[in-house]
């Protein structure tokens, strides 16, 4: 019996036990306005790995400022490795870069990098460990060429010490790679990149030989490591190649991983058709000179787990490089950032998800579009217009009402029945035909859903050309409270 105690969200079968016209589908965010031009002098066409995170009333977002200026021709007329650099938001749509005044610039401490080495990757994360240091309270790995994934460590997530120490050293870490404290299973997590060989009898176009991937560690303690090994997305899934992996715990359903990896393309068999794509005369440059650069694609992928090792991942894009544009349908073209923000939706005032990827990569300063998704809509179960019908599996209610995330249109609906165990409906816990499109809906039960509390019920779902993507059972909150 599955005890409800955190919001569970409809992105997977898991808690389906009858099901008959319902599929899990995923949803695409919504392209909105670019929010961040990396055009500062120690910034440029290669700037990347964004990451961006809430602490307290502010998102903090770290990012690599780097450049490899080109001529018209697309050949490199220098270059930088990376300079990390910090900027915030209020609100998730307008960014602004503090002179953090830790490393001069041209003379100058007017600027916002936070390290005086240049580095090709770094990931800075708040950790939320009780146990925590305070000193260590934020913390950087650093992936170093021949040395490992490097810790650095901080009071206030501006000021960061290098400790020498390797947290991992087997990997290859030349990707951003990410690291959490889970307070379900009281542990770190550490997803960090690495290879492992092609298989010639996969369906797949892969010329290189191998195969870019992402890796598992865990540890109670941040120093004792346990090898977890390669991550697993089923058995007849092809096998894509990942440059970032971006994997987090769902903050509104912690028991839950989700992640949007850049899936890396390599297209150079299709050499014929590269010249369709834009900024072609910059492109063939950098075919001539460095190969890939002007050959490989990059999308965004979409990924869930339950457990942090197996994950549901969908073969098709997440994010696509969307209509033909200079800057985009490249290689680093929607490399999405690790995190999201809580935005406004102007048109309904809910709450919404604001993801970020990149635009212009190796072509132009380094650009920041925002997409848009809803509260909890990575995925959804989905019914047509004829019923469907979910009976779940036997499930413990933990508080007073039922509250859904759900959309219909004007003819649709999702109709809740909690039931016995055997199936069968219990008197007074039958919704009715709810239609709309609400966030928080609560489920308007005749009887006091109290009475059930943590006794084994299923709980059935009748859906018309609806979409539910999650649900809450907690004790009412009140009024003024939203969640």
Known sequence: MEKLHYREVFWDDFLMDENSGAKVTTHHPRAEDVVFVCDRPWEGCTSGYFQIYRDGSIYRVIYRGSDN????????????????????????????????????????????????????????????????????????????????????????????????????????????NTCFWNPVKKRYELYYRSFHDFDKNRPD?????????????????????????????????????????????????????????????????????????????MRRGMIEEEGRSGTAITDTLLMTSRDGQTFIRDSESFIRPG????????????????????????????????LYATENY????????????????????????????????????????????????????????????????????DSGYLFGDSLRRVVPFKSDLSALADKPVRIEFLMSDADLYSMTSRNRLPGHIIA
């Open 205 to 281: 176009r892969n010329v290189e030989g191998i195969v870019r991937d992402i890796y598992h560690s865990v540890s109670p303690d941040f120093r004792n490591w346990t090898e977890e090994g390669r991550l697993s997305y089923g058995e007849d899934g092809p096998d894509f190649q990942m440059y970032t992996n971006n994997i987090m715990l769902y903050p509104r359903a912690p028991h839950i991983y989700v992640g949007w990896p850049a899936r890396y393309i390599e297209r150079r068999m299709d050499i014929e058709t590269i010249p369709c794509l834009p900024d072609w005369e």
């Open 323 to 354: 209509p033909e544009r200079p800057g985009t349908w490249t290689y680093g073209s929607t490399y999405t950032a690790y995190g999201y923000a809580e935005t406004k939706n102007p048109v309904s005032g809910d709450e919404e998800i604001s």
């Open 69 to 176: 200026p080109r001529d018209t021709d697309g050949h490199a007329t220098g270059g930088s490795l990376g300079r990390f650099c910090y900027a915030e938001s209020f609100d998730g749509i307008h960014f602004t870069r503090p002179d953090t005044g830790i490393v001069p610039y041209m003379g100058s401490l007017k600027n916002n990098i936070l390290f005086g080495r240049e580095m090709d990757n770094i990931f800075i994360f708040k950790d939320t460990n009780p146990d925590c240091p305070p000193d260590e309270i934020y913390k950087g790995l650093c992936g170093e060429f021949r040395k490992g994934l490097m810790l650095y460590v901080s009071s206030d997530g501006v000021h960061f010490s290098e400790t020498g120490r390797a947290v991992n050293e087997k990997g290859h870490f030349d990707s951003l």
């Open 362 to 429: 190796r072509y132009a300063p380094t650009a920041i579009r925002r997409y848009t998704l809803r509260q909890d809509g990575f995925r959804s179960w989905s019914a047509p217009w004829k019923e469907a019908r979910v009976l779940t599996k036997p499930v413990a209610l933990s508080g007073d009402e039922l509250s859904l995330n759900f959309s219909t249109s004007a003819e649709g609906y999702v109709r809740v029945r909690i039931c016995g165990e055997s199936g069968a409906p219990i008197d007074g816990f």
